[in-house]
C-alpha cells in the first residue's frame, strides 16, 4: 500500500509537533464541506471528490494527522506544495 510519507496531500508537521506525525490535507473538514438546505445537510460543490472527513464537537478545527508510514486508498505521489 502506497504511504502518506510520499503523498501530495501530506505534510510533515513542524518541531513543536511529534515529528512522526504529519497532517493529511487530502481530507476535508465536515463543517467547510457541508451546507444546511431545508434542515437537511448536503455536500458543497467542489467537494464531491473528497473521500474522508474529520469533525471537532466545536467545528472549529480538526485535522487528520497520519505517521509517514500510515497507508491510503486516496495515496497520489507528490510532495505537498504550501500555497
Same mark, same amino acid.
Given at each position: 500500500?502506497?504511504?502518506?510519507?510520499?503523498?501530495?496531500?501530506?505534510?510533515?508537521?513542524?518541531?513543536?509537533?511529534?515529528?512522526?506525525?504529519?497532517?493529511?490535507?487530502?481530507?476535508?473538514?465536515?463543517?467547510?464541506?457541508?451546507?444546511?438546505?431545508?434542515?437537511? +445537510? #448536503? $455536500?458543497?460543490?467542489?467537494?464531491?471528490?473528497?473521500?474522508?472527513?474529520? !469533525?471537532? &464537537?466545536?467545528?472549529?478545527? +480538526? #485535522? $487528520?494527522?497520519?505517521?509517514?508510514?500510515?497507508?491510503?486508498?486516496?495515496? !497520489?505521489? &507528490?510532495?505537498?506544495?504550501?500555497?
Amino acid at each position: 500500500m502506497k504511504r502518506c510519507e510520499t503523498c501530495k496531500h501530506w505534510e510533515k508537521r513542524g518541531k513543536k509537533f511529534l515529528p512522526e506525525f504529519g497532517v493529511c490535507h487530502g481530507i476535508g473538514m465536515n463543517y467547510d464541506a457541508t451546507e444546511w438546505k431545508e434542515g437537511v +445537510a #448536503a $455536500l458543497k460543490a467542489g467537494y464531491e471528490h473528497v473521500k474522508a472527513f474529520v !469533525e471537532d &464537537g466545536s467545528d472549529y478545527y +480538526a #485535522a $487528520l494527522t497520519p505517521t509517514k508510514d500510515f497507508g491510503c486508498v486516496m495515496h !497520489e505521489e &507528490g510532495k505537498y506544495v504550501t500555497e
